[in-house]
């Protein structure tokens, strides 16, 4: 049984499963309220599946990347809960996770999905994936691009694309301009928590897991307290 924690986005969630199946799932999406969420969500699935926290097998958390403070609540509580209970720690990335979404709906084999992630101050971070039975399969590098950027590369394809996450319905009017392109609708906006179960769970029976300290998340870029810090000491530094 894996206790999985989302938080990569605005969209908090917790989820457990065993091998016969996803046994509860929770969500709370008003804003970014994750520290307030988390803790009465897992209380929430535990009490709804009726297993006790000590039941469970690993730790399973989106490392991201994502918004910066979302994913310092998740995996720090999702470290807590590992140390805690004395149990193993997977990471599972957020593109990973909205691409399986997007496979597991339905989508025909051999065809590329490209997760996208809004990382705001006008970027998306994003990654491509094939549909190979029933199984999202990395096709290339995660990026960090403005969504013009993105678009570009998306309009050199000769193929059709399915475009899936929050990043993708904001930039819906760039990303789904291009021949070929369908933007996802909104339920594969946010990483789903019943999906990361899954495939932390998958990992688990596969030998996957950690000391919950060697799991980090996986920013793809600084603070946004840091870099604003950083400009504001480039505006005041003395001339050489």
Known sequence: MVLAVESATELAGVALADEAGVLATATVSRGRHHAESIVPAVDFVCGRAGVALSEVDAVVVDVGPGLF???????????????????????????????????????????????????????????????????????????????EALADEL??????????????????????????????????????????????LARVAGGAGLDPGAVLPHYMRAADVRINWERRARRVAPEA
């Open 69 to 147: 403070t979302g994913l310092r609540v998740g995996v720090g509580s999702a470290k807590a809960f590992a140390f805690a209970l004395g149990r193993p720690l997977v990471g599972v990335g957020s593109l990973e996770v909205l691409a399986q979404a997007v496979v597991g709906a339905g989508v025909p084999g051999g065809t590329l999905v490209v997760a996208v992630v809004d990382a705001r101050r006008g970027e998306v971070f994003a990654a491509r994936f094939r549909a190979r039975a029933g199984v999202a399969v990395p096709d290339g590098d995660e990026v960090r691009r403005a969504p």
């Open 155 to 200: 309009s050199g394809l000769d193929e059709p694309v399915v475009v899936a996450g929050d990043g993708a319905r904001r930039y819906a009017a760039v990303l789904g301009a291009i021949a070929g392109v369908v933007v996802a609708g909104e339920a594969h906006d946010h990483p789903s928590p019943s999906v990361l179960a899954a495939l932390g």
